[in-house]
Nanobody
Framework: QVQLVESGGGSVQAGGSLRLSCAAS????????MAWFRQAPGKEREGVAA????????YYADSVKGRFTISRDNAKNTLVLQMNSLKPEDTAMYYC????????????????????WGQGTQVTVSS
């Protein structure tokens, strides 16, 4: 059974940093893509950052470019999201997701393409 377990969320002041981790029960290399999504109350789930496992390409939402970095830690078999210069609008539940599907780069931040999901970790940024 595929399991993705997020950790690292918490409360931070604007301008601060957090590092989210997603521990995978299977080797990350079995997936085509892994990504981070977020969902704020009353809003749709949105893609934040994605990583192509095969070639290492990364994809970011415009709202987080230059502030967030997605990467993998092979030794720990985890997906990492380093979040810097956090803003109150970054407040949301953050989800790790993985996909074994092959799809075009334009779809990497679309949740419909991901079939494995973690339970989420809350990130709260105060002004």
């Amino acid at each position: 059974q595929v399991q993705l377990v997020e950790s690292g969320g918490g409360s931070v002041q604007a301008g601060g940093s957090l590092r989210l981790s997603c521990a995978a029960s299977y080797y990350i290399s079995v997936y085509e893509y892994m990504a981070w999504f977020r969902q704020a109350p009353g809003k749709e789930r949105e893609g934040v950052a994605a990583l192509s496992i095969g070639d290492g390409s990364t994809y970011y939402a415009d709202s987080v470019k230059g502030r967030f970095t997605i990467s993998r830690d092979n030794a720990k078999n985890t997906l990492v999201l380093q979040m810097n210069s956090l803003k109150p609008e970054d407040t949301a539940m953050y989800y790790c997701a993985a996909s074994k599907l092959t799809f075009g780069a334009s779809w990497t931040l679309e949740p419909r393409w991901y079939n494995y999901w973690g339970q989420g970790t809350q990130v709260t940024v105060s002004s």
